[in-house]
């Protein structure tokens, strides 16, 4: 059995503060708890059992915690955050394991895994192929049960000059009539603009806020690295789908509670096959995961040891093909979910009532 490690880490010092162990940290500033987990070593976090493809293999793994909040991912050294990160790698290379994948900013780091992927003597994935295939996959099918006809709705994708931006974009521009891009303020989206609307032929637009490109779209694909929340209610066109796929989240908690005439759902809810035990609680149902975990585990159950999705040019190929392996050993989209609650039939109603006025 090819055995796999997956590398998660504290989203924020809330985060932290939830684990009851550690619950006295809500009472500290959250700079002094980063400033304490900085030299702290990986530790092991759980056991992952029962992960049984339907064509008999199984495999198993372990979850290696890397001790730094998204923030300090982004803002201390990206060496620092490296040699950690490789850290996690060794340990999951003593406990047995033959491919580690990077958990949320673990693999935004820098060159998005390349340098970590060097310095291991086992294969690493960030996850993203599969995260890219379902997150599209969701936004479309969210799109059609709230009435919005993807071949007219303009889309957006927020974070699009990211790695899994840019594949979102190679495989949404097929089904779209429109785009909207937006990125950190600042980035200059229009060269990347202009080539995808030559190639594609459809009208494609830079925008330089992410506020400019929610003002024109219905079908939007969230999937910044920004470390805290960048969508808020006021943004949103009334019957908008909203695919948040990052982590820590793009959407802000008051949109759900304020917006009830938009849909969010979260990208990347995936079943995996078998009875599979985290033995840890991310905050899925029971046998659900994170596509980039999937795509790490599908990848054990192949017995593909070698580096998979790596940096910021993903190829297509890869998505099809860990879509396809996806399906062989029984993964597939979980559903819809919205901050910790499945999405209802009534929520869906609501915002096609919009879309059908
Ligand atoms: N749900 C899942 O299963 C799953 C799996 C993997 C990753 N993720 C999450 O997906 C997200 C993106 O990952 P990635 O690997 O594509 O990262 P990435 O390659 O670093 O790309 C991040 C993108 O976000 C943009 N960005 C950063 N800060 C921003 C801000 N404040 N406002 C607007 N845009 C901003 C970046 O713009 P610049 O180029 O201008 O910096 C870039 O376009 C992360 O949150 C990650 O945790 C989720």
Not at 270 to 296: I, K, Q, W
Request: charged fraction near 20%; include cysteine.
């Amino acid at each position: 059995m090819t055995r796999f490690a997956f590398i998660i880490h504290p989203l924020s010092v809330a985060d932290i503060a939830r684990k009851h162990k550690y619950f006295f940290v809500r009472y500290l500033p959250e700079r002094w708890v980063e400033k304490l987990l900085l030299p702290r070593g990986p530790e092991v976090v759980s056991e992952i059992t029962g992960i049984r493809s339907p064509t008999g293999t199984t495999t198993g793994g372990w979850f290696v915690g890397l001790p730094l909040t998204a923030r300090q991912l982004v803002e201390e050294p990206a060496d620092v955050c490296i040699d950690k990160i490789v850290r996690c790698g060794e340990l999951a290379q003593e406990l047995g394991a033959e491919i580690v994948g990077l958990g949320a900013f673990a693999a935004v780091v820098a060159d998005a895994g390349i340098t970590i992927a060097q310095r291991l003597d086992i294969g690493v994935t960030t996850g993203n192929s599969y995260t890219i295939a379902t997150a599209v996959e969701g936004a479309l099918e969210a799109a059609a049960l709230v009435g919005l006809d993807a071949a007219v709705a303009p889309a957006a994708v927020i974070g699009a000059s990211g790695s899994i931006g840019k594949a979102c974009i190679e495989l949404l521009a097929p089904s779209v009539a429109e785009l909207w891009l937006a990125a950190k303020p600042g980035e200059d989206l229009q060269p990347q603009a202009e080539e995808i609307a030559t190639r594609h032929a459809i009208p494609v637009h830079a925008c330089d806020s992410v506020d400019a490109a929610l003002s024109e779209a219905q079908i939007i694909l969230a999937v910044s690295a920004a470390v805290q929340a960048i969508i808020h209610p006021d943004m949103l066109r009334p019957g908008a789908v909203v695919c948040d796929v990052a982590r820590p989240r793009d959407v802000s908690r008051q949109v759900v509670e304020e917006r009830p005439d938009v849909l969010v759902i979260e990208g990347g809810a995936v079943a995996v096959p078998g009875n599979v035990d985290f033995h840890f609680d991310f905050g899925f149902p029971p046998r659900l995961s994170y596509a980039c975990m999937a795509e790490t585990m599908i990848l054990a159950l192949e017995g593909r040891t070698e580096d998979y999705s790596l940096g910021r040019d993903i190829k297509l190929e890869q998505v099809y093909e860990i879509s396809g392996l996806a399906r062989k050993h029984g993964f597939k989209l979980a559903g819809f979910r919205c901050f910790e609650k499945t999405v209802t039939e009534e929520q869906i109603a609501r915002v096609r009532q919009v879309n059908d006025e």
